[in-house]
């Protein structure tokens, strides 16, 4: 056929014109259809992501944010503080925490991680590099989600705008179920700033109108849409439900029963306790209408007031190891209870706990429990109250126990009068400061040995009234802790005994105080004149001057709206000699 047209030498030519023709025409028609994907999307100028970030959290009742501002995150401060979220800019963030990105988020590890152990909710939103330079050497670009895969309860990275909100949502719901912890976002930067920044940095300008060109600019221009496709997403960001774990009715029938059968009942409240739903109040007349002997650790201090003749603080060892009835509400058989050998053998040993793991800590080592119970701990106390009334405990142990409580008491007494040192006597001024405290007082404990033994000492008088490190035994909560617990309880005044080296790391935090006009006082060494270069007070205290004057001043400087440092010269004690976990 070819050859009768003559075409047999010319048709391969032909065949590669026709085929390129066809590709040709091919690719115009496919860009026809999608050519819309390519043009600039239709974002209002003022909008951003960090727009949707702020509007999600007011949803979820967020009242402050806690952050160093960095460059990645500064239209989330902006949209916050717009929608009446109060910013507080500190180097300690607490609650909903905004950090920028790289060395921002790699020094909230180690908060994380004390929140983990302490089982606190945190929402931690980190900055991040731009979703298109991610491993390509951008400014502060790192693997975020690796480094707090193992302190936090979950980790997400939203890649468009349309997933931030979803994202949070879910975080948060994370963050405060079960057992309750930290949680890490991570929002590059490119979907949190305005369209048109965003895309004057991505696309830039250039003359060249090359094939190669053209394509980049289209693939550039594909990619920023797809970051801000959906970008309406503002409806209302309703909280998702909080799961919260609860024990059979089998199980709190049984240990009734169990408590029936017995003599001496000890138990340990700790922090998981405080924990909603069941308020302070609700669990305290519980634990009254229980009327069993307790000890109240972590946050739980406080929560059966100063003088409750229940509440056993310096005779818990004993009690322990003579009890046939031990319930572990929230405590755990950790170094705290000597991995379980603080416990008696012979009783018999209930152990209530959100996290059935944490429950059974050591079991079979040191320890062996007779009912392990998987659910909040102040609901179960409360049911548990109220299958009990009428129960009567064994007068002459509970005597007993009280009589090596008084004792304990003596000699702390006995430690605050001696007056041999050239410095303070530690005991004595933290007698005279339990003596001074208002009723409204939150005491926040900041180091080691000093605070340790500020804990023997010093009484909250108040439900959630104590915040220490925790477990993790951080140094450096206290300023973070203060700039918290002043936000929350503005009418309280908040106390941070500090030990040195704790003081060393949030000294800077005076300068927050100042500024966010929330008036703390700590006692410390050494620090005086740093903070009244930061603005604040500063008060030295000897053995030379009179010190009870001078924690009566600190109080009125207080008063008067003004944070005060007390640098107080202590001497050297033996009173935790031998305290140290193996």
């Keep these: 056929m070819l050859e009768r047209f003559g075409l047999e030498e010319t048709w391969p030519g032909m065949k590669t014109a026709a085929t390129t023709l066809a590709t040709i025409i091919g690719a115009a028609l496919i860009y026809r259809k999608i050519r819309h994907y390519f043009k600039k999307a239709d974002v209002p100028e003022d909008f951003h992501g960090g727009t949707i970030v702020a509007h999600c959290l007011k949803q979820h009742d967020v009242h402050y944010m806690f952050t160093l501002i960095g460059g990645h995150i500064s239209p989330i401060i902006v949209a916050a503080e717009k929608m009446g979220i109060r910013v507080v800019d500190t180097r300690n963030e607490v609650g909903v925490a905004v950090v920028t990105a790289g060395p921002g988020v790699t020094n909230c590890v180690t908060a994380a991680k004390n929140a983990q152990l302490a089982e606190s909710p945190v929402l931690i939103i980190g900055g991040a590099a731009a979703t298109i330079l991610k491993g390509r050497g951008a400014l502060q670009d790192i693997d975020q989600m690796t480094l707090f895969s193992s302190v936090c309860k979950f980790t997400g990275s939203a890649s468009t705008v349309q997933e931030i909100a979803p994202l949070l949502q879910k975080a948060i719901q994370i963050s405060m179920s079960e057992i309750p912890g930290p949680v890490f976002v991570e929002l590059p930067v490119d979907i949190l700033y305005q369209y048109p920044v965003v895309a004057s940095q991505l696309l830039g300008t250039t003359n060249n109108k090359s094939v190669m060109s053209t394509l980049r600019e289209w693939y550039l221009q594909l990619h920023l849409n797809n970051l801000y496709s959906d970008w309406k997403m503002l409806e209302p960001f309703a909280p998702l439900p909080v799961f919260v774990p609860r024990h059979k009715k089998s199980q709190v029938l049984k240990a009734a029963r169990l408590l029936r059968e017995s003599k001496r009942p000890f138990i340990i409240i700790g922090s998981q306790a405080m924990l909603p739903p069941v308020s302070s109040t609700i669990l305290q007349a519980a634990l009254r209408d229980l009327n069993i002997p307790v000890s109240l650790g972590g946050m739980a201090r406080g929560l059966l007031g100063k003088d409750s003749a229940l509440q056993f603080r310096h005779s818990r060892k004993f009690a322990l190891k003579s009890a046939d009835l031990i319930i572990l509400a929230g405590a755990v058989c950790d170094f705290r209870l000597s991995y379980g050998r603080s416990l008696s053998s012979k009783a018999t040993i209930i152990s209530v706990n959100r996290d059935e793991a944490k429950a059974s800590l050591n079991a079979g080592i040191y320890w062996k429990p007779s009912m392990v119970i998987r659910g909040d701990v102040a609901c179960f106390l409360v049911e548990f109250s109220s299958l009990s009334a009428g129960y009567s405990y064994d007068i002459k142990w509970y005597t007993t126990i009280l009589e090596v409580e008084e004792k304990r008491c003596s000699e702390i007494t006995e430690a605050s009068m001696d007056d041999t040192s050239e410095y303070l006597n530690p005991i004595q001024l933290l007698t005279e400061l339990d003596k001074q405290l208002p009723a409204n007082s939150v005491i926040i404990g900041d180091g080691g040995d000093f605070v340790a033994t500020a ?128």
Excluded at 467 to 487: E, N, Q, R, S
Excluded at 570 to 575: A, E, G, L, M, Q
């Design 455 to 582: 804990s023997y000492v010093l009484q909250p008088s108040a439900p959630l009234s104590w915040l220490d490190p925790g477990p993790f035994g951080t140094l450096g909560v206290g300023g973070g802790f203060a700039i918290g617990a002043k936000l929350a309880r503005p009418e309280a005044m908040i106390w941070v005994i500090y030990g040195d080296g704790a003081c060393g790391y949030s000294i800077m935090e005076y300068d927050t105080f100042i500024r966010h006009d929330l008036p703390v006082i700590s006692v410390r060494t050494d620090y005086h004149t740093v903070a009244k270069g930061l603005g604040a007070e500063g008060l030295l205290l000897t053995k030379e001057n009179d010190w009870r004057n001078v924690l009566s001043k600190a109080v009125k400087i207080h008063r008067d709206g003004t944070s005060t440092l007390i640098n107080a010269l202590i001497s050297r004690s033996d009173f935790r000699q031998g305290s140290i976990s193996l």
